[in-house]
T-cell receptor
Framework: AQRVTQPEKLLSVFKGAPVELKCNYS??????LFWYVQYSRQRLQLLLR??SRESIKGFTADLNKGETSFHLKKPFAQEEDSAMYYC?????????????FGQGTTLQVKP | NAGVMQNPRHLVRRRGQEARLRCSPM?????VYWYRQLPEEGLKFMVY????????ESGMPKERFSAEFPKEGPSILRIQQVVRGDSAAYFC??????????????FGPGTRLTVT
């Protein structure tokens, strides 16, 4: 079964500290992995996707097929990074594009 | 482009009433997805529609729930005879035509349904 697990409900760090939000997935084929972010009082928006291998707002994520992980990292957290982060997957070319979401991790960056 | 629009933003219904949630996709988008977020949980896929067609309804409860995306007008998620367990945030997302799994989905602000 397709599943996305984000083990941490809340991650609290100080400004300037490194951040790693964990995401593990379960899928037998070739998934596409995404990170979505929801800032306070804003709608859910795409942060980055593994296929484009880009860095957005200083965040990066590497797909590790061996460990079935797609952890989100940033070397130096900023207060404006405080938000809810969701890891999600779609099941590749044969899929309808529906997203399977993890439970979400709240990132709290303290001054 | 105003983005994905959902209305109403908040909806209160008594048990047994019907709830109708509307979603207007972004201009040029022909794919609509509905997701439900129960309290303390992540978003769960419900249904995927294209104009006048339901493509994947594998996440829809078997009874009381239906969805449509007519040729003209918004997509509608309809919940008949609502129960307390239907209280949740319902999100709509749209994406452009093309290779579905690689296109970004743009989300609406959600409709928060409360059943009293």
């Amino acid at each position: 079964a397709q599943r996305v697990t984000q083990p941490e409900k809340l991650l609290s760090v100080f400004k300037g500290a490194p951040v790693e939000l964990k995401c593990n997935y379960s899928y037998s084929g070739s998934p596409e992995l995404f990170w979505y972010v929801q800032y306070s009082r804003q709608r859910l928006q795409l942060l980055l996707r593994h296929i484009s291998r880009e860095s957005i707002k200083g965040f990066t994520a590497d797909l590790n097929k061996g460990e079935t992980s797609f952890h989100l990292k940033k070397p130096f957290a900023q207060e404006e990074d405080s938000a809810m982060y969701y890891c999600a997957l779609t099941a590749g070319s044969s899929n309808t594009g529906k997203l399977i979401f993890g439970q979400g991790t709240t990132l709290q960056v303290k001054p | 482009n105003a983005g994905v629009m959902q209305n109403p933003r908040h909806l209160v219904r008594r048990r047994g009433q019907e709830a109708r949630l509307r979603c207007s996709p972004m201009k040029g988008h022909s794919h609509v997805y509905w997701y439900r977020q129960l309290p303390e949980e992540g978003l769960k896929f419900m249904v995927y529609l294209q104009k006048e067609n339901i493509i994947d309804e594998s996440g829809m409860p078997k009874e009381r729930f239906s969805a449509e995306f007519p040729k003209e007008g918004p997509s509608i998620l309809r919940i008949q005879q609502v129960v307390r367990g239907d209280s949740a945030a319902y999100f709509c997302a749209s994406s452009p035509p093309g290779f579905r799994s690689t296109y970004e989905q743009y989300f609406g602000p959600g409709t928060r349904l409360t059943v009293t």
